[in-house]
């Protein structure tokens, strides 16, 4: 895939983000990008592996960088509906329950409430 201006803007802003990022967010960071330009690339970047998507609980899709970036989980709070990324600390669980079931996993991720809406309802 050729990386053109607009497509490297769209993959830094993937990189440099903290959590999974939306079209949405991205054109809300970069007010300056076409809309249709941003999916479509996002879409170009998933067919070519570059990118994950998530679904989001809101019905949104989400993106971060593809196989090649860190290896997580995730962690969806169902107060806020935030996302946040877990470290990959339990690998080892995750390879004991291939072997017990039989399954492969490709994702294994969390839902709960967040600890900042914990500290909120606590207050």
């Known amino acids: 895939m050729r990386l053109t201006v607009v497509r490297e803007k769209i ?3 993937i990189k440099n983000a903290k959590k999974l990022v939306s ?7 970069d007010p300056m990008l076409d809309k249709v330009t941003v999916y479509r690339t996002l879409d170009a ?19 971060e960088l593809g196989d090649d970036h860190d290896h997580h989980h995730h962690f969806r709070c169902e107060r806020c509906l935030e ?41």
Request: glycine content about 6%.
């Open 45 to 63: 970047f998933l067919q070519a592996g570059m990118v994950r998507e998530m679904h989001l609980p809101t019905g949104e899709k989400a993106y």
């Open 83 to 123: 996302i946040y990324h877990l470290p990959c600390e339990f690998d080892h669980t995750i390879e004991k329950w291939e072997q017990k079931t039989g399954f492969k996993f490709h994702s294994f991720d969390f839902a709960g409430v967040c600890k900042t809406c914990l500290q909120k309802n606590t207050l």
């Open 23 to 29: 079209a949405k967010d991205i054109l809300r960071i």
């Open 11 to 13: 993959l830094a802003i």
